[in-house]
């Protein structure tokens, strides 16, 4: 008789501090524009100030909703309508963020947030399609970063010839620090710990007997999480400095020739 083979399963975040549910009034046009663009020039401000909460910010407003519309964009067209049924094909950033993940990128420089999907209606299967909408994000924060370094390069001529002036330093600024933590969130997002998309691209390379075992450490991926970033750090282990903000670095440097 035939063994039937495990189910793909699948155990999303945690969603009782979706705060956005709560301020869905804030999210709907034109509070939502005016929102935005007041956030985005306060981190410009805070940028060329050379004060570090400008690019986080600039990360909430921007990178986050990028990273989380390639998810549902990979995912709407794989087969799952669920991003499209929860509003999410949208850079709206009050549409995308969380609390804890929005409050820790201010605080530390790493969070999330969150797009919802249904991995059993991806193809060409659950596993793979998983895998190919969970590296979405991570590569969109790298296109990101990319765009950075060109927008220096192109500008180089001009920041050598403004060189004192505290604006185009604060600029130049910024478009490291912003390629810089978006580096961070590659890193970061590809650390192979549910619910990070790393779990879900790790379980999508092996094979599948290897993922079914993998998905029983799913149900203690928060504990895992808060052992690796927070308590491992409490104790005096590099582990953030190693794993994400010391290649993000090194990567960064590279693309800006520094």
Partial sequence: MRS??????????????????????????????????????????????????????????????????????????????????????????????????????????????????????????????????????PIANVILAIICALLWHAALPDLDSLRASPVALGLANLLFQFALINLALFFFNLVPIAPLDGFFVLKGLLPYQLASQLEGLQRYGTFIFLAVFFIGPFFGLPIVDVLIFGPAQSVTRLLFGL
């Fill in 4 to 137: 039937q083979r495990p189910q793909y399963s699948y155990q999303p975040p945690n969603q009782n501090f979706n705060w956005v549910q709560r301020l869905a009034p804030l999210k709907e046009p034109p509070l939502a524009y005016l929102i935005f663009l007041v956030g985005v020039a306060l981190g410009i401000w805070l940028s060329i100030q050379r004060n570090v909460y400008g690019p986080r910010l600039l990360i909430l407003l921007i990178a986050f909703p990028v990273h989380e519309l390639a998810h549902a964009i990979v995912a709407d067209r794989l087969g799952d309508s669920t991003p499209r049924y929860h509003g999410r094909i949208t850079l709206n950033p009050l549409a995308q963020l969380n609390l804890i993940g929005s409050l820790l990128m201010l605080a530390v420089g790493i969070g999330w947030a969150y797009v919802p999907i249904n991995p059993r209606a991806l193809r060409p299967n659950p596993q793979l399609g998983h895998m190919i909408v969970a590296a979405a994000g």
